[in-house]
Antibody, heavy 123, light 105 residues
């Protein structure tokens, strides 16, 4: 069974950095692209970025509205995807989800999601 | 960015009612559309991909249709377990974008 579990969230002060992890099991991690999303309290979903399978270059795409503070990476040996967020802002508060793309290149079609990890940015 | 306009933002219905949600894209996205269900405190669950294909395990009372800019999500006979928020999402071009959501009560 496919599982994705996010971790690394918590209470963080503005300006600090945070690395979120998406630990996976139940499938061949290296064969799939992984995406990150976020959801501010009481709001809709926002796509953050994704990383392609290494067989497709392992390249990343990010939402242009996030202005470079977000970095997606992956460790295929551990089956973990990461989201590094730098210079955290209060408006980064929300639940962060990872999801598995159906394909290695990043199609935008997702078939499994994690349960999310809450990031709260506050002084 | 492609804007996804979803309506209504909320609706109230009774068990057995037919429920319809629409999603309009700001430009042609072919059939590159997902529909999700999200229950409070839970992760989104994909119900429909490619605008009309049911994800495995999704009940047949759920359906999706449309192509181009106009899409419809339908629950033919609302059940208590269908109380949730529903989102559409386009994957025709980056950045992938979502509708604002429809809360079904």
């Amino acid at each position: 069974e496919v599982h994705l579990v996010e971790s690394g969230g918590g209470l963080v002060k503005p300006g600090r950095s945070l690395r979120l992890s998406c630990t996976t099991s139940g499938f061949t991690f290296g064969d799939f692209a992984l995406s990150w999303f976020r959801q501010a309290p009481g709001k809709g979903l926002e796509w953050v970025g994704f990383i392609r399978s290494k067989s497709y270059g392992g390249t990343t795409e990010k939402s242009p509205s996030l202005k470079g503070r977000f970095t997606v990476s992956r460790d295929d040996s551990k089956g973990i995807a990461y989201l590094q967020i730098s210079s955290l802002k209060i408006e980064d508060t929300g639940v962060y989800y990872c999801s598995r793309d159906r394909y290695y290149y990043g199609s935008g079609k997702f078939d499994s999601w994690g349960q999310g990890t809450l990031v709260t940015v506050s002084s | 960015d492609i804007q996804m306009t979803q309506s209504p933002s909320s609706l109230s219905a009774s068990v057995g009612d037919r429920v319809t949600i629409t999603c309009q894209a700001s430009q042609d996205i072919s059939d590159n559309l997902n529909w999700y269900q999200q229950k409070p405190g839970k992760a989104p669950q994909v119900l429909i991909y490619d605008a009309s294909f049911l994800e495995g395990g999704v009940p047949s009372r759920v359906s999706g249709s449309g192509s181009g800019t106009d899409f419809t999500f339908t629950i033919s006979s609302l059940q208590p377990e269908d109380v949730a928020t529903y989102f559409c999402q386009q994957y025709d071009s980056l950045p992938w974008t979502f509708g604002q959501g429809t809360k079904v009560e």
